[in-house]
């Protein structure tokens, strides 16, 4: 398959209109609709299961087995309606240190994928070695009998032979999701941690990592700007520092605000895409507060649109570590800190929640467990990931801290700005010359002060009308976390599995 033009900005937003795949924005942003699936199909991704993976994939809900004769007679079929298709071909890499990077060759359907994965990965080829193939075919429709597949759409990688597929959906984030699979397959064999997680650093070069799951903040306070952005989601770690994966943001823009996250809303413009954002038919002007389409609204775009990036993709070993949670319970402190023990805890943990009315159904908070921040995009089993942060982190001193961008006993969402103030007096220090507290029943140490905060707001008792409701809340989310570790971890060490909340 040759690509059909050159894959530049401008011709691939002008082959967009041209075919109908989007619209042109008042910001000069490509504006797509994704149709019916407006985010990941999590049941519909699969793993062949060879020699290649036998061994060494966490088999379960999550990778779920496919045959090798299902996924080549399936790729076999994508490749032939794709030849039909004439397809944009995209070539580059993942990961700015050569050592460590990877090439793809990713064969897209449409012109408007060729141009969001050719803003989030690097372009050219960086290796002689064979790259990683993926056929993109959001038309092509699977059948369920014939194709072995869950439903219409079909996500699967294959390792052992290098290529992998996704089929049936045009969400341009299963791309993007697939290369970054990839690259947590492949990376531990090299001594690197592969990281579900933005970066940034200060102008002295000191680096500062964010874990956490879609919504909880990585984009918007690694986004600050004081601080150089090294990427916004994905991320190695190397004994010598941490390098970026991507050359682009993807960035989830439900209710975004110039004023709130300037730097996000003005690197909206020509050169990104947005998916699902409620274009004015008429102004032209992209409605940010409107769900009507779907809450994970989102924004691709290059990092070179975010004014105060590092140019290299490129940081020191992490002085500070910070895991980010979205707690709807009210009853988790807005920051804290943990020893390397509960660090490993809360790491496979990977705890945030979704609050009641974001989703059909959900009439209470709903907690989320996620290992290490990254469970649908972790093919290696677990410990693979924890031992080796643990290590990473023990080695580099790095401080760790929890911090809770959801919401206290009112129902409040933790502004903006206090969450700022937090984060930087913790990677400035200032943090550490605080008072601390230990908490009774999660472990973790909470200060009692914070520059740029008033003290009420670190401890979450005082946003709640009694002690007993809080204390009934907080002992229900900690039972939740006791219960998905006993589940799922039993193989972690006993300071480890003591580290977390206790009963």
């Known amino acids: 398959m040759d690509c059909t033009v050159n894959l530049s900005t401008p011709k691939l937003i002008e082959l967009s209109l041209e075919r109908g795949e989007g619209k042109l924005s008042n910001t000069g942003s490509l504006s797509v609709f994704t149709g019916a699936r407006t985010g990941r199909s999590a049941k519909d991704k699969a793993i062949v299961h060879n020699s290649a993976t036998e061994d060494t994939v966490a088999w ?18 994508l490749e032939r309606y794709l030849e039909e298709q004439k397809p944009y071909v995209f070539e580059g890499y993942a990961g700015v240190r050569p050592e460590h990077a990877k090439d793809f060759r990713i064969v897209c359907e449409l012109a408007s994928q060729a141009l969001f994965i050719s803003q989030l990965l690097h372009q050219g080829n960086i290796l002689e070695d064979k790259p990683f193939q993926i056929l993109v075919a959001p038309g092509f429709s699977c059948e369920p009998e014939r194709d072995g597949t869950r439903s219409d759409a079909a996500i699967m990688i294959d390792y052992l032979n290098r290529r992998a597929l996704i089929a049936g959906t045009r969400y341009a984030g299963e791309i993007k999701k697939t290369v970054f699979s990839i690259m947590n397959f492949l990376l531990p064999a090299e001594g690197v941690l592969p990281m579900h997680c933005s970066a940034n650093m200060a102008r002295d070069g000191r680096t500062a990592v964010f874990f956490g799951l879609s919504g909880t903040g990585k984009t918007t306070l690694s986004a600050d700007p004081a601080r150089l952005l090294i990427g916004d989601d994905e991320h190695g770690w190397a004994d010598d520092g941490v390098f970026n994966f991507e050359a682009g943001c993807y960035a989830k823009c439900i209710d975004l605000d ?132 643990k290590e990473k982190v023990d080695q580099a001193g790095s401080e760790v801290f929890l911090v809770n961008t959801g919401w206290n006993g009112r129902g409040e969402r933790m502004p903006l700005s206090q969450t700022r103030a937090m984060v930087n007096a913790a990677l400035s220090g200032e943090l550490a010359e605080a008072d601390f507290r230990t908490d009774p029943l999660f472990g973790f140490q909470v200060p009692l002060s914070c520059p740029g905060c008033p003290a009420d707001i670190l401890d979450p008792r005082t946003s709640w009308e009694d002690d007993n409701t809080y204390d009934t809340q907080a002992r229900k989310l900690a039972a939740m976390f006791q219960e998905n570790f006993a589940v799922k971890y039993g193989f972690v060490s006993t300071d480890i599995a003591e580290a977390g909340p206790q009963l």
């Open 258 to 389: 110039p004023t709130r996250e300037p730097e996000i809303y003005q690197a909206i413009r020509f050169g990104a895409m947005t998916e699902n954002v409620v274009l004015d038919p008429k102004s032209r002007a992209l409605y940010f507060a409107d769900d009507s389409i779907t809450e994970n609204t989102r924004a691709a775009y290059p990092v070179g649109h975010i004014s105060n990036t590092e140019p290299s993709g490129k940081g020191r070993v992490p002085s500070t570590v910070i895991f980010l949670t979205a707690d709807a319970f009210g009853v988790l402190p807005p920051i804290s800190r943990l020893n390397l023990q509960q660090a490993m805890y809360y790491f496979l943990s990977g705890y945030t929640s979704k609050v009641a009315g974001t989703e059909v159904g959900v009439t209470e908070p709903e907690p989320t467990f996620s290992t290490c921040f990254g469970e649908p995009f972790l093919p290696l089993q677990p410990q693979v990931y924890a031992r080796m942060l």
């Open 60 to 77: 379960g809900d999550v990778n779920r087995p496919v045959s090798q004769n299902t996924f080549d007679s399936l790729f076999s079929r």
